[in-house]
């Protein structure tokens, strides 16, 4: 492992202990606010700021840009001079915009200046999913290579596994979700189909897994929305999950998340089914483009229908 580096874009969010304990790198992408542009601070405090402040409301003019091919190569050259011999560089899916085209720009300029022999191999990988399944497939390749699984073949494993993770998106404002994606332009998420419920209360989750999306669950109020995404992500527990990992954002204080009904219940059955259950804050991009107070969460698993009622 101590020779693998994983960077990622700052779409994908783990918990700060994870991230520094194993140096995994995340590149910025650009933030406006009614023409304010930053980088994303890729800090979990100015994130709940951000969230908790209003500046990410529907009435405001918020949208982002994929980081460019060169803060990509900066990053990637940062984790080879500190001696990755292997980089993988995971992204968001790549229908979700230019980050996949940008980290693979970049990855060409970097093998460019690599002196002739050498060993560093650095190569993009489309995580064909978004937010917390993005975090999910980070996490199972860490968990991989720390079993001194040999570095090629945990890429060429995640390569195929990527295409089972089932990321749910519960969007806290559906319809500020449907018109931010409409302006990107989104194909990966189906948002359209959450047209209606901003009007009549009701919070449509949405599955995102091999780069598509279907609308798993429509429930009544968010607080019933996130208790059968719980209930669901349990049934799967005991169902059998393909890595032993369950990953939950959420655009909101993690207290909040942790008071929610259902969550009890699935931390006291991950526990027993011996599934490790990640939390951590949304990233700012998650925050954007689902609504702050949005939740994501997501697993590893075959094929199957929804259980959440």
């Known amino acids: 492992m101590n020779k693998t580096a994983i960077v990622v874009d700052s779409a994908c969010t783990l918990p700060p202990r994870l991230l520094e304990k194993y140096n995994i790198k995340r590149v910025p992408i650009s933030v406006a606010i009614n023409g304010d542009e930053f980088p994303d601070p890729c800090d979990q405090a100015l994130s709940l700021e951000f969230f908790r402040s209003g500046q990410l409301k529907r009435k405001n003019t918020v949208t982002t840009e994929p980081p460019s091919a060169e803060t990509f190569a900066a990053v990637i050259n940062e984790a080879i001079a500190e001696g990755a011999e292997q980089v993988f560089v995971q ?3 790549r229908m979700q915009g230019e980050t996949y085209n940008k980290a693979n720009e970049a990855v060409s300029k970097v093998r460019a200046q690599l002196p002739e022999g050498s060993k560093v191999t650095v190569r993009v990988m489309d995580s064909r999913t978004i ?9 199972e390749t860490l968990r991989r290579l720390l079993k001194s699984q040999e570095a090629n073949i945990v890429r060429r494993q995640m390569d195929t596994l990527s295409s089972k993770i089932h990321t749910y998106m519960l969007p806290k404002s559906p319809l500020t979700a449907l018109e ?3 302006k990107r332009g989104e194909k990966a998420v189906g948002w359209t189909q959450a047209a209606i419920a901003n009007v009549i209360g009701v919070h449509p989750i949405l599955c995102i897994v091999n780069d598509s999306s279907y609308r798993a669950a429509t429930v009544k ?3 019933k929305s996130a208790a059968q995404l719980f209930a ?4 799967q527990l005991v169902r059998g999950l393909l890595s032993p990992i369950i990953v939950i954002n ?5 207290e909040a998340l942790k008071a929610m009904n259902g969550f009890a219940e699935l931390e006291a059955s991950a526990r027993d089914c011996k599934v490790q259950l990640v939390v951590s ?25 929804w259980q959440g009622a």
């Open 91 to 93: 992204t968001v899916n």
């Open 131 to 139: 937010f917390s399944g993005q975090a999910l497939m980070v996490a």
């Open 180 to 182: 931010r994606a409409q």
């Open 221 to 223: 109020g968010f607080d």
């Open 232 to 235: 669901h992500a349990r049934s």
């Open 250 to 254: 959420y655009a909101g204080p993690l």
């Open 281 to 305: 804050v949304m990233s700012l991009a998650g925050g954007i483009y689902a609504s702050p107070g949005s939740l994501s969460l997501a697993l590893m698993a075959e094929p199957h229908e």
